[in-house]
T-cell receptor, first 114, second 113 residues
Framework: NAGVTQTPKFQVLKTGQSMTLQCAQD?????MYWYRQDPGMGLRLIYY???????DKGEVPNGYNVSRLNKREFSLRLESAAPSQTSVYFC?????????????FGEGSWLTVV | KNQVEQSPQSLIILEGKNCTLQ??????????LRWYKQDTGRGPVSLTI?????NTKSNGRYTATLDADTKQSSLHITASQLSDSASYIC????????????FGTGTQLKVEL
């Protein structure tokens, strides 16, 4: 019962470096999401993919790109990391975008940009 | 502006005691309200999801209530255990513009011996 798996768990980047966060789900879900969680703030949606082959911007997309590689995998890329992108990143998935679907979260990726 | 406010911000209780966490929201139009539990260093895990027509829902020792008229929800934890120590996050979905979720900042609960 892996659910939603994210890698890496921890990463330290220098300003300007690039990196990709990987996410895979084994629940045959159609929809996948990337959120960030910052101290004192609720989770905020970066990007989401309603179904394989589609991606859309969320609330805070600037500085990020995503790829829905296939139905299982949804990656998040930071092209030129900035200190403001220091955060905890969560990948999530659900059966669909219908409001009643449970959203399942991964364990998180702690990213520090120095 | 859609907002979800939770109170208290943090809470310490003794093992075996009950507690109630509060959630007030201004999200409109309302679709559903969810409660998640987030252990330190882990991802959020769903506890309950309630629609407009549901005013109470239980999941083991967790009972959520919803008053859609006053836009308030509560999460009641009965006979608390050490493993209940976590952040509890209230999330409200609105139906305008593609089922957008608005997350509260959570109530940090600590259960002590």
């Amino acid at each position: 019962n892996a659910g939603v798996t994210q890698t890496p768990k921890f990463q330290v980047l220098k300003t300007g470096q690039s990196m990709t966060l990987q996410c895979a789900q084994d629940m045959n879900h159609n929809s996948m999401y990337w959120y960030r969680q910052d101290p004192g703030m609720g989770l905020r949606l970066i990007y989401y993919s309603a179904s394989e082959g589609t991606t859309d911007k969320g609330e805070v997309p600037n500085g990020y790109n995503v790829s829905r590689l296939n139905k299982r995998e949804f990656s998040l890329r930071l092209e030129s990391a900035a200190p403001s992108q220091t955060s905890v990143y969560f990948c999530a998935s659900s059966q669909g975008l219908s409001s009643g679907n449970t959203i399942y979260f991964g364990e998180g990726s702690w990213l520090t940009v120095v | 502006k859609n907002q979800v406010e939770q109170s208290p911000q943090s809470l310490i209780i003794l093992e075996g005691k009950n507690c109630t966490l509060q959630c007030n929201y201004t999200v409109s139009p309302f679709s559903n309200l969810r409660w998640y539990k987030q252990d330190t260093g882990r991802g959020p895990v769903s506890l309950t999801i309630m629609t407009f027509s549901e005013n109470t829902k239980s999941n083991g020792r967790y009972t959520a209530t919803l008053d859609a008229d006053t836009k308030q929800s509560s999460l009641h934890i009965t006979a608390s255990q050490l493993s209940d120590s976590a952040s509890y996050i209230c999330v409200v979905t609105n139906t305008g513009g593609g089922n957008k979720l608005t997350f509260g900042t959570g109530t940090q609960l600590k259960v002590e011996l």
